[in-house]
């Protein structure tokens, strides 16, 4: 998998989603990130509500480094 010259991560036109990925699917509250690291492969980050008191992953995609990684792969 190889990118055109012109991709750029950052230059993707991105649709400003209707809810916020790091709100609280329950109470719609902004969330506080916690630092936790998953090796999963994807972006997962845990965000925690303070209102709920609960705390939700929420999933990113798969990430940078992993979509890098694949790509090396079919180079081969
Ligand atoms: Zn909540």
């Known amino acids: 998998m190889k990118w055109p010259a012109w991709f ?3 230059d993707r036109p991105q ?4 809810v916020s990925a790091t709100q609280c699917p ?5 969330m506080i990130r916690l630092e ?3 090796m999963s492969g994807r ?6 509500c303070e209102q709920c008191g609960e705390e939700h992953v929420v999933d990113f995609g798969v990430a940078l ?11 081969k």
């Open 8 to 10: 750029n991560w950052t």
């Open 15 to 18: 649709p400003a989603p209707a």
């Open 26 to 30: 329950k109470c719609s509250r902004e």
């Open 36 to 38: 936790k690291f998953t």
């Open 43 to 48: 972006d997962m980050r845990t965000y925690r």
């Open 65 to 75: 480094w992993q979509a890098m990684s694949d790509a090396r792969e079919t180079d």
